[in-house]
């Protein structure tokens, strides 16, 4: 069984649709959640970092982490085709390697049409 | 503007060569990091640095070797004994800390024949 686990997708959705990318995990020492997106050709770019439980939002984009279930979510509002985009995970444990080594998903392909 | 270079961003090569992989970072950043990226599959640590003149190997550092002579530099070696180089690589750096995100560049695309 993989660490992360991550729905390859592809995710097509409409132009303004609600998006809901999710990961499981194993580990139950991991702390540390992120999300990146990766459009194609190019490196992953750092949208949204939470440690612990609960969610965190910014602008169109929240962060869910439910420890307990050891899920975590990224929700995109109205979403725009710009959002086009690979969707990774990335997740570490404190301490771990003592450079909290980060743990990826394989991605999400999404496609968001007009 | 402060960020992540890597260059070439697309290499190609014969196979029994090797072939070096360009990371410059001007963020002034500690610690860098090499990843490898391949369809259906997660990011792979290939090797890390945290200062300069020392690196550890990653989860996958076998036909790989690096050197970290300048903070601003981190340059990866695929060398002819790395079985399937063709893949996609992120070079990524991060303030040292315990909080502090992975910014990556925009990666050099390795294809071997």
């Known amino acids: 069984q993989k660490e992360v686990e991550q729905d390859p997708g592809p995710l097509s959705v409409p132009e303004g649709a609600i998006v809901s990318l999710n990961c499981t995990y194993s580990n139950s020492a991991f702390q540390y959640f992120m999300w990146y997106r990766q459009y194609s050709r190019k490196g992953p770019e750092l949208l949204m970092y939470t440690y612990s439980s609960g969610n965190k939002e910014d602008g169109r984009f929240t962060a869910q982490v439910d420890k307990s279930s050891k899920y975590i979510s990224l929700f995109i509002r109205d979403s725009q085709p710009s959002d086009s985009a690979t969707y990774l995970c990335a997740m570490s444990a404190r301490g771990t390697y003592n450079t909290d080594k980060l743990i990826f998903g394989t991605g999400t392909r999404l496609q968001v049409f007009p | 503007d402060g960020g992540i270079t890597q260059s070439p961003k697309y290499l190609f090569r014969k196979e029994g060569q090797n072939v070096t992989l360009s990371c410059e970072q001007n963020?002034?950043?500690?610690?860098m990091y090499w990843y490898r990226q391949d369809p259906g599959q997660g990011l792979r640590l290939i090797y890390y640095?945290?200062?300069?003149?020392?690196?550890q190997k990653g989860d996958i550092a076998e036909g790989y070797s690096v050197s970290r002579e300048k903070k601003e530099s981190f340059p990866l070696t695929v060398t002819s004994a790395q079985k399937n180089p063709t893949a996609f690589y992120l070079c990524?750096?991060?303030?040292?800390?315990?909080?502090?995100?992975?910014?990556f560049g925009n990666g050099t695309r390795l294809t071997v024949t």
């Open positions: 963020l002034n950043h500690d610690a």
């Open positions: 640095s945290q200062i300069v003149n020392d690196f």
């Open positions: 990524a750096s991060r303030r040292t800390g315990l909080n502090s995100p992975l910014h």
